[in-house]
């Protein structure tokens, strides 16, 4: 997948809008089955307990995780949509957030260390996340569920770009 600036016709010697690159839906999936795992058992575990110790009347306090995944479920789609990234010339952005958006720029040459890391769950998945250490702890960031492959190939090129505007990595 090549990423790189979109140059508009008419356009030449202007800065171009960057190209985008949204997540895999798979972060999604792991999100969402995540919430279920965790509440629907304990809305379970909450109605069963009090509708045996406390009355059936109760029980129906065990809707309130349930009432969660509800909400939670389309939130988590919002929150998914809204990350996204894109490789520029000198910089790469990172951009997420629904009610408050928040974009990271990391230059290229502020770059010390470009690691990809995987947990079991997101082994599972078939997802890994790419972290950005730089100089400044403050402008860490992070891509999360990305393909294993994408997050390889990411690394790399920041790896290289880095090294070529002689930076720490």
């Known amino acids: 997948m090549e990423t790189g600036m979109a140059e508009p ?3 030449a010697g202007t800065r171009a809008e960057p ?12 999100r969402r089955l995540l919430l279920v795992v965790w509440f629907v058992p304990m809305a379970v575990a909450a109605g069963v307990l009090l509708g045996l110790f406390a009355g059936p ?12 995944v509800a909400w939670g479920w389309p939130m988590l789609g919002r929150n998914w949509r809204s990350w996204r990234y ?22 290229y040459g502020r770059m010390q260390l470009v690691e990809v890391t995987s947990g ?6 078939g997802l890994a996340g790419v972290q950005l250490h730089t100089a400044a702890a403050a402008t860490d960031a992070r891509i999360p569920g990305l393909l294993p492959e994408e997050a390889e190939r990411l690394r790399d ?13």
């Open 120 to 125: 079991p769950v997101e082994r599972y998945f």
């Open 19 to 30: 190209v985008w690159n949204g997540l895999p839906r798979g972060l999604l999936t792991m």
């Open 9 to 11: 016709a008419g356009t």
């Open 57 to 68: 009347l109760w029980a129906l306090f065990a809707l309130l995780p349930l009432a969660f």
């Open 157 to 169: 090129r920041l790896t290289a770009l880095g090294e070529a505007r002689s930076a720490g990595l």
């Open 86 to 107: 894109a490789e520029r010339a000198d910089d790469l952005l990172i951009s997420r957030g629904v009610l408050w958006r928040e974009e990271t720029i990391v230059p």
